[in-house]
């Protein structure tokens, strides 16, 4: 059992930068592929990043590459992601997820363990 939450969201003017945070609990961190995914208000939940149980593995989005970057801490069971030059379309609710599958997967369902989210709204 993996308990996640996540921090740091908040408002932030286009072009800025957020880095958002993701504890779990548990001794076992370093056992599971973590992501990152978002929600905007009506569209569905969709993938934003992952990173392997090392970190030596990385995986994006063609909408956040070049601009988000995944990290993870295995002494800290945490996961971050840095959110540089943002958008108003980067405006949604983003959510931490856990898998124990070694793979790493883009779709909701290959993840057991979720967050509860944290906002990040983007003003224009």
């Known amino acids: 059992q993996v308990q996640l939450v996540e921090s740091g969201g908040g408002l932030v003017q286009s072009g800025g930068s957020l880095r958002l945070s993701c504890a779990a609990s548990?001794?076992?961190?370093?056992?599971?592929?973590m992501a990152w995914f978002r929600q905007a208000p009506g569209k569905e939940r969709e993938f934003v990043a992952a990173?392997?149980?090392?970190?030596?593995?990385?995986y994006y989005a063609d909408s956040v590459k070049g601009r988000f970057t995944i990290s993870r801490d295995n002494a800290k069971n945490t996961v971050y992601l840095q959110m540089n030059s943002l958008k108003p379309e980067d405006t949604a609710v983003y959510y931490c997820?856990?898998?124990?599958?070694?793979?790493?997967?883009?779709?909701?369902?290959?993840?057991?363990?979720w967050g509860q989210g944290t906002q990040v709204t983007v003003s224009s």
């Open positions: 997820a856990a898998s124990s599958d070694i793979t790493l997967r883009v779709g909701i369902t290959g993840y057991d363990y």
């Open positions: 548990g001794r076992t961190f370093s056992r599971y592929t």
């Open positions: 990173i392997s149980r090392s970190g030596g593995g990385t």
